[in-house]
């Protein structure tokens, strides 16, 4: 037992914990509380970063209303809610893709409604997208470079827009929401704050294990075109942040030294249904 894990322990009082995943970021044990029964301990490691750091406090602040609830806090830890039930990424490989697409919509807007005033020092988008605006062009793949100037482009004009302020829960994706009885709810937010849309961006490039479904000029134009009737966004504003954020997660596949080759098939994707009006 690891003294981070021994210290969670003792300070609230679990029982029976068992191992369940393990990340670049924390680990994850599903433990016992005499309140509230199964739990999920999450452990962060040494040199997490912030947006681990934060997504606790997000992830409390929500407040169990689109996602998981939080029954308590640590520097290095976060007990919450046990989930058991599929994720959304397990309905769209199913091949409900189209139900998938309006769970999530419905959990972003639980995400997204009013309340109290957020945790302090959210990470904003501009900072968010360092990466994208910082990587030498010469590191990309020679014919995706075109495709990264534009993409960039379109990126810093969404950066410079005058958008609302809205916290983000920063990574919503088809794994990050499960189901628990009839809810379905998100878990590890990032914490940050900006355009709403963001939040619908990363859905484009997901689920994963599903290329076949996801590099697909129809469901990109599918998932659009639903997104944008469920959330009244405009269709070319919520591609043009789906546009930024898989050139993002490129850059940051760049400076790990990743492949890009789904991002690149993905921005041509993006890019020619968003010049497409």
Same mark, same amino acid.
Do not use: C
């Given at each position: 037992?690891?003294? @981070?894990?021994?210290?969670?322990?003792?300070?609230?009082?679990?029982?029976?914990?068992?191992?369940?995943?393990?990340?670049?970021?924390?680990?994850?044990?599903?433990?016992?509380?005499?309140?509230?029964?199964?739990?999920?301990?999450?452990?962060?490691?040494?040199?997490?970063?912030? $947006?681990?750091?934060?997504?606790?406090?997000?992830?409390?602040? &929500?407040?169990?209303?689109?996602?998981?609830?939080?029954?308590?806090?640590?520097?290095?830890?976060?007990?919450?809610?046990?989930?058991?039930?599929?994720?959304?990424?397990?309905?769209?490989?199913?091949?409900?893709?189209?139900?998938?697409?309006?769970?999530?919509?419905?959990?972003?807007?639980?995400? +997204?409604?009013?309340? $109290?005033?957020?945790?302090?020092?959210?990470?904003?988008?501009?900072?968010?997208?360092?990466?994208?605006?910082?990587?030498?062009?010469?590191?990309?793949? /020679?014919?995706?470079?075109?495709?990264?100037?534009?993409?960039?482009?379109? @990126?810093?004009?969404?950066?410079?827009? /005058?958008?609302?302020?809205?916290?983000?829960?920063?990574?919503? !994706? +088809?794994?990050?929401?499960?189901?628990?009885? $009839?809810?379905?709810?998100?878990?590890?937010?990032?914490?940050?704050?900006?355009?709403?849309?963001?939040?619908?961006?990363?859905?484009?490039?997901?689920?994963?294990?599903?290329?076949?479904?996801?590099?697909?000029?129809?469901?990109?134009?599918? +998932?659009?075109?639903?997104?944008?009737?469920?959330?009244?966004?405009?269709?070319?504003?919520?591609?043009?942040?789906?546009?930024? !954020?898989?050139?993002?997660?490129?850059?940051?596949?760049?400076? /790990?030294?990743?492949? &890009?080759?789904?991002?690149?098939?993905?921005?041509?994707?993006?890019?020619?249904?968003?010049?497409?009006?």
């Amino acid at each position: 037992m690891t003294p @981070a894990l021994a210290d969670a322990i003792a300070r609230w009082a679990l029982t029976s914990p068992a191992f369940v995943t393990e990340t670049a970021t924390s680990v994850i044990y599903r433990v016992g509380h005499a309140a509230h029964g199964p739990a999920a301990l999450k452990l962060l490691k040494p040199g997490a970063g912030d $947006d681990e750091a934060k997504g606790g406090a997000m992830l409390a602040w &929500f407040g169990g209303h689109g996602a998981a609830r939080v029954f308590d806090l640590a520097p290095d830890a976060v007990l919450m809610e046990w989930l058991d039930g599929e994720t959304m990424g397990d309905v769209a490989r199913a091949g409900r893709d189209d139900r998938a697409t309006l769970i999530l919509a419905d959990v972003v807007e639980r995400l +997204h409604a009013r309340r $109290d005033a957020p945790p302090p020092e959210l990470t904003p988008l501009r900072r968010r997208f360092a990466s994208l605006f910082r990587t030498d062009p010469q590191r990309w793949p /020679d014919d995706a470079r075109p495709l990264v100037a534009r993409a960039t482009a379109i @990126a810093a004009d969404l950066l410079d827009a /005058d958008a609302p302020a809205t916290p983000l829960h920063g990574d919503i !994706h +088809h794994d990050n929401i499960l189901r628990s009885g $009839d809810r379905w709810l998100a878990i590890d937010p990032k914490g940050l704050i900006g355009d709403p849309a963001y939040d619908y961006a990363n859905s484009f490039q997901n689920p994963e294990r599903a290329e076949a479904l996801v590099l697909d000029a129809a469901r990109v134009a599918r +998932h659009a075109t639903a997104l944008s009737e469920r959330t009244a966004l405009p269709r070319r504003h919520l591609l043009a942040w789906a546009v930024a !954020h898989t050139a993002l997660s490129g850059a940051w596949n760049i400076e /790990d030294g990743a492949p &890009f080759t789904h991002q690149a098939t993905m921005l041509a994707l993006l890019l020619a249904e968003y010049e497409a009006g």
